[in-house]
C-alpha cells in the first residue's frame, strides 16, 4: 500500500476522508484479503467507514474518521501499518507442478492441499500444470505446503522461493546459480541428487530439472559457502560424488526442449514401468502358448499388475491417506487388486498396462499444450551484449539496468524493451503483435524484448526492466489466465464433486445388493453371484473416473490462449474467453479505436479548383498547401503537423519557402510572411472577419460541407490576393473498419455503438464511414459507463473497445474489456480483459471466432465424455463390459478430448 501520499481530505461536516491509493499483497484482486484491511481498520477509534473505491484503473481505500477522535497522521499510519500486517501474514502462490498428468488427480492434489490448517483457499489447474494457494502464515508456513504436495506424489520444479517460511520472518534469497548436469538418466535420480544438495551447507534452496538436465541453486546468506566460488566447488563435489558432471553455463529457458521421442520417452522413471509391464504380459502370452504351467502364466501377469501398477498404487494411498479421497489411481489399484482374487489375472494386468500407458501418452499430450505457453519463455535472449563507451561487454539480461545501451546484430532477438538510439532495420514484431509483415524501426522507435532484428545493426537503449518488459508482462498475464477458471469449467468441477462419489456408492451397492437377493430368491449361491457382481463393480469403479469431463474444459481453454497469444491477442482468462463468444452488441471510442488518432490532411481546395480534379494534381492547391505548411511547421499544434506531413508526402519539404514573424493567435489560426507575403492561415470565422463578402460563395459553402461532413477546414488567406482556399483535417477511420464491422455481423454482433466525446457532426460522420449502428456522442468518461450500464440492461452482456487509458472506467465496467494497442502500454495490458497488441481491430473478428470455436469444443468434450461414460456404465451393470474395456473408455474419452482441445492451437 503506498501510504506516503495523500490525495484528497475534505471535511463532510464532522467527518474527514481521506483516500489513499491501494496495493494490497499479490496485487488488489484478492476480495477476502480487501475485507480483512476493511475489518481491521474499522476496529480502530475514531475510524468511522473504511472502503476501496474503484474507478476501473486504480483502486483507493477511502478512510472516513472523526477528527474529534482521532488525526489525520494516526489514520496514515493505522493505513501503513495494516497494509504492511496483511502483506506479511497471507501469501498468495501459483506453483508449477510436475507429474501432474491426470485430470483427477488435479482435484486429489487440490483437497489434500486445502485440508491443511492455514491454507484459505487452493485451485489446482490440471491444464496449466499449476496450484494457485492462498495461505495464512501465522498458521502454516510455506515448506509444510512443499510437503504436502511432495507427499501426494508430486513435485514442484522451479526454486521453491515462491513459497517461504514467512511466518518465521525469513526472506527469501534472489540470487541463484544455474548448472548443467550431464549423466542423469531418470527423474529419481534427479529428486536423490536434489536432496543431496539441499543438505548441503550453503544451500538454502536447489531445484533440478531432469527434463532440461538442469540445476538451479539459491545460495544462503551467512551460509558455510561464503562465495560463490566456495558454494560452486561444495555444489560440483556433491554432483561428482553421485556420478554426474557439472557443467557451469548459463542455460536458456527452452534449452533441451528439443529432445528425440527416444530421450523424452525414457526420461521418466515412471514410463519405463509401464514398458517392463507391457513385456511381462507378452512374455504370459508367449508362455501359455508354449503350454507353461498355469501358475508361471499366472505369476507373469501378477508381475505385470505389480510393476505397472506400482507408482499408482503409490499415488493412490498417498491421495487416501493425506487427502481422504479415492481418486482414479485409488480405484484402479482397487480393481486390479480385485481381479488377482477372482482369478481374472489377465485382464487386471492388461487393464493396468493400457492405465499406465494412457497416463503416460496423456502427460505428453499435455505437455505439447503446455508448451504452447512455455515457448513464450523462448522469446527473449537471457544474455545481451551493453556498451560502456566503445567496449562490449555480454551480460545477463537480469544484470541491465535502465539507460544501459545495448548493441543488436542482424538476425539477433531483441533482449531488452527499449528505444533506437543509433541504427535503422526491419523489425519482427510476431512474437508481441501477431504481426507477419516486419516494422522499419529508425532512431526513437520503441522496440520490444523478444521481436527479431533484420539485416541493421541497431544501438538501443534500454528502457524497462528484465522483469517489465512487454513480453515478461505477457508471460505473467498468460500464467494468470491460465490459472483462472472459466464457468464451464466451474460445472463441470462441481458436476465431478457429485458425480464420483455416487457412482463408487452405486459400485459398491452392484457389489452387495444383486447377490444377497439372489441369495433369498434362491437364484444362485451367495458366494458364486458375489463374484460375479463384485467384478462387474470393478468395472463400474474404473468406469467412475470422470478425468475425461474434467479435463474437457481447461485442455481447450489453455490450447485457445496459446493459439490466441500468438496471434498477438492476449486473453486474461477463460471467463474472458467464453463470455466474448456470447456476445451481442460491442462499443467502440472513435478515437485511437476506429479512428488512427491522428490528424491528417483529407482534403485541399484552391478557390478556382476544378470539379473532379484531385488536388494533387492541381498546382494551385498545392500552392495553398505550400503557403500554410510553411507557416505551420514552426508549430507544434497537431493540426499543424498534419499539414506539413502532408507537404511531405508531396515530397515538398524541400521547396518549402522560409516563413519569418510567425505568430499564434489564439483560437484562430496562425500568420506570418511568406516571400514577402503576408500569409495567413486561420478559422473560417476569423477570415470572414475580413472578407464578408465570401459568405455566400462555393467556397464557404464547400468549408461547410466540410465541416459537415466532420473535417476541420482551415482557410488561407494571402493579403496580396486574397483566400486562396482551404485545407480540411480530420482523424481518419483505420484501414479496414467497415470490413470488420461486417465480419462482426456476420459473427452474430447484432448491435455496434460508438461513444465519443467528440461533437455529433464528427460523430455520425465517422460513424457512417465505418458502418456502426450507433452513435452516442459528447460524451465524457462517467457517462461513457453509463452508456454501457444502458446496453447491459438492454443486451446482458457488453464489450467495450478502447485505446486502455481514457477508457479505463468503460472497459472495467463492459462485461469484457478489450484494448487497443496494448504492445508497451501498461495501462492497457493491466485495465483490459483482452488486449489487441497489434493495434489492429481485424483481430476482432479473429478473437470472436476463437471463442465460438472454444465454446463449441468444450460442448463437444462434455457431450462425448459423458456419452461414453453412459454408454459403458450401462455395459458394466450389464456385465457386457470388461475391465480392459472400461479402462479404455476412460483412458481413451480423456485422450481424445485433449486432442480435440488441441485443435484450438492450430487456430
Not at 44 to 62: E, W
Not at 222 to 235: C, D, F, K, R
Request: hydrophobic content about 45%; charged content about 20%.
Amino acid at each position: 500500500m503506498d501510504r506516503h501520499r495523500k490525495l484528497e481530505s475534505t471535511a463532510l461536516g464532522e467527518k474527514t476522508r481521506i483516500e489513499l491509493p491501494l496495493l494490497l499483497p499479490q496485487g488488489n484482486e484478492c476480495k477476502p484479503c480487501l475485507v480483512r484491511l476493511q475489518e481491521r481498520i474499522q476496529a480502530y477509534r475514531g475510524i468511522q467507514a473504511a472502503h476501496v473505491d474503484h474507478d476501473g484503473l486504480t483502486s483507493r481505500l477511502c478512510i472516513h474518521y472523526d477528527p474529534n477522535l482521532t488525526n489525520l497522521d494516526y489514520v496514515r499510519a493505522i493505513a501503513t501499518e495494516e497494509g504492511a500486517y496483511l502483506e506479511w501474514r497471507y501469501r498468495h502462490e501459483v506453483l508449477p507442478i510436475e507429474g501432474l498428468d491426470c485430470a483427477d488427480c488435479a482435484r486429489t492434489l487440490e483437497s489434500g492441499v486445502g485440508r491443511l490448517e492455514g491454507v484459505l483457499w487452493v485451485s489446482a489447474n490440471f491444464a496449466a500444470g499449476t496450484l494457485a494457494v492462498e495461505y495464512d502464515t501465522e498458521r502454516i508456513a510455506g515448506p509444510a505446503i512443499l510437503s504436502r504436495v511432495r507427499a501426494l506424489g508430486y513435485d514442484v520444479p522451479a526454486p521453491a522461493s515462491s513459497v517461504v517460511p514467512a511466518a518465521t520472518g525469513e526472506i527469501a534469497p534472489t540470487s541463484e546459480m544455474v548448472f548443467q548436469v550431464d549423466g542423469m538418466d531418470c527423474a529419481d535420480c534427479a529428486l536423490h541428487l536434489e536432496e543431496a544438495l539441499r543438505r548441503t551447507p550453503g544451500v538454502a534452496q536447489v531445484s533440478v530439472d531432469f527434463s532440461l538436465a538442469r540445476l538451479r541453486v539459491v545460495p544462503q546468506d551467512g551460509g558455510a559457502a561464503s562465495t560463490p566460488a566456495e558454494l560452486h566447488t561444495a555444489v560440483q563435489q556433491v554432483t561428482e560424488d553421485m556420478g554426474y558432471v557439472l557443467r557451469t553455463r548459463e542455460v536458456g529457458l527452452g534449452e533441451g526442449q528439443e529432445q528425440g521421442w527416444r530421450e523424452r520417452f525414457w526420461r521418466r522413471r515412471r514410463d519405463l514401468t509401464t514398458v517392463i509391464s507391457g513385456l511381462l504380459i507378452g512374455v504370459a502370452l508367449i508362455l501359455n502358448l508354449l503350454g507353461a504351467p498355469a501358475a508361471v502364466v499366472a505369476g507373469s501377469f501378477i508381475a505385470a499388475i505389480v510393476v505397472g501398477g506400482f507408482y499408482i498404487a503409490r499415488s493412490g494411498w498417498a491421495a487416501l491417506r493425506t487427502a481422504h479421497s479415492l481418486d482414479m489411481n485409488a480405484l484402479m489399484t482397487t480393481a486390479a487388486t480385485g481381479s488377482i482374487f477372482v482369478g481374472e489375472w489377465a485382464e487386471g494386468a492388461v487393464a493396468m498396462f493400457l492405465f499406465s500407458l494412457g497416463n503416460t501418452l496423456e502427460g505428453y499430450t499435455m505437455e505439447r499444450a503446455r508448451n504452447a505457453i512455455r515457448s513464450l519463455m523462448d522469446l527473449s535472449p537471457r544474455r545481451a551484449t551493453v556498451l560502456h563507451g566503445d567496449q562490449e561487454q555480454e551480460v545477463a539480461v537480469e544484470d541491465l539496468q535502465i539507460g544501459n545501451r545495448i548493441l543488436v546484430r542482424p538476425g539477433e532477438r531483441i533482449p531488452m524493451d527499449g528505444t533506437v538510439l543509433t541504427g535503422e532495420s526491419a523489425m519482427n514484431q510476431a512474437p508481441i503483435t501477431g504481426e507477419s509483415v516486419p516494422v522499419e524501426k529508425a532512431p526513437g522507435d520503441e522496440v520490444f524484448a523478444g521481436t527479431v532484428n533484420g539485416q541493421g545493426v541497431l544501438i538501443i537503449h534500454v528502457t524497462r526492466l528484465a522483469a517489465d518488459t512487454t513480453i515478461a508482462r505477457i508471460i505473467k498475464m498468460v500464467e494468470e489466465a491460465q490459472a483462472q477458471k472459466a464457468p464451464s469449467q466451474q460445472f463441470v468441477d462441481r458436476f465431478a464433486r457429485v458425480y464420483t462419489p455416487a457412482v463408487i456408492a452405486i459400485a459398491a451397492g452392484i457389489a452387495v445388493v444383486p447377490p444377497l437377493i439372489g441369495a433369498l430368491t434362491g437364484a444362485g449361491a451367495f458366494g458364486a453371484l458375489l463374484g460375479e457382481w463384485f467384478y462387474r463393480a470393478l468395472v463400474l469403479l474404473v468406469i467412475a473416473c470422470p478425468c475425461a469431463l474434467v479435463i474437457s474444459t481447461p485442455v481447450s481453454i489453455v490450447s485457445a490462449i496459446a493459439s490466441a497469444a500468438r496471434s498477438g491477442v492476449m486473453i486474461k482468462g477463460g471467463v474472458y474467453l467464453e463470455s466474448l463468444g456470447s456476445l451481442k452488441v460491442i462499443a467502440f471510442d472513435k478515437t485511437g479505436t476506429l479512428t488512427l488518432g491522428q490528424p491528417q490532411v483529407v482534403d485541399v481546395r484552391c478557390l478556382d479548383h476544378q470539379p473532379g480534379l484531385a488536388w494533387t494534381e492541381c498546382p494551385d492547391c498545392r500552392g495553398t498547401l505550400a503557403r500554410a505548411a510553411a507557416i505551420e511547421r514552426q508549430s507544434e499544434h497537431p493540426l499543424a503537423r498534419a499539414v506539413v506531413e502532408a507537404a511531405r508526402a508531396q515530397e515538398m519539404a524541400s521547396e518549402l519557402p522560409v516563413a519569418e514573424g510567425v505568430e499564434a493567435m489564439t483560437g484562430r489560426g496562425v500568420r506570418g510572411r511568406v516571400n514577402g507575403h503576408s500569409v495567413t492561415v486561420g478559422t473560417h470565422n476569423y477570415i470572414h472577419e475580413s472578407e464578408p463578402e465570401l459568405a455566400e460563395g462555393p467556397l464557404c459553402r464547400a468549408v461547410h460541407a466540410a465541416q459537415a461532413a466532420g473535417q476541420t477546414a482551415m482557410v488561407v488567406r494571402d493579403d496580396c490576393c486574397g483566400v486562396q482556399g482551404y485545407i480540411a483535417v480530420a482523424d481518419t477511420l483505420r484501414p479496414g473498419v467497415s470490413t470488420v464491422m461486417d465480419a462482426l455481423r456476420e459473427l452474430g454482433i447484432e448491435h455496434t455503438v460508438m461513444l465519443t466525446g467528440d461533437n455529433e457532426a464528427t460523430a455520425h460522420a465517422i460513424a457512417a464511414s465505418a458502418g456502426v449502428n450507433d452513435v452516442q456522442a459528447d460524451l465524457l468518461p462517467d457517462q461513457k459507463v453509463a452508456a454501457i450500464e444502458e446496453l447491459l440492461d438492454e443486451y446482458t452482456a457488453v464489450a467495450m473497445v478502447g485505446d486502455g487509458v481514457n477508457d479505463a472506467p468503460a472497459l472495467a465496467r463492459a462485461t469484457v474489456g478489450i484494448a487497443m494497442g496494448a504492445a508497451g502500454s501498461d495501462t492497457a495490458l493491466e485495465t483490459a480483459d483482452l488486449a489487441l497488441m497489434a493495434d489492429d481491430l481485424s483481430k476482432l473478428p479473429f478473437a470472436l471466432k476463437l471463442s465460438r470455436r472454444t465454446r463449441a469444443i468444450i460442448r463437444q468434450n462434455v457431450a462425448l465424455s459423458l456419452a461414453i461414460k453412459a454408454l459403458f456404465l450401462a455395459l458394466a451393470v450389464g456385465g457386457a463390459a470388461t475391465l480392459w474395456m472400461a479402462v479404455f473408455a476412460d483412458v481413451g474419452a480423456s485422450l481424445i478430448v485433449i486432442l480435440n482441445g488441441m485443435r484450438l492451437l492450430r487456430q
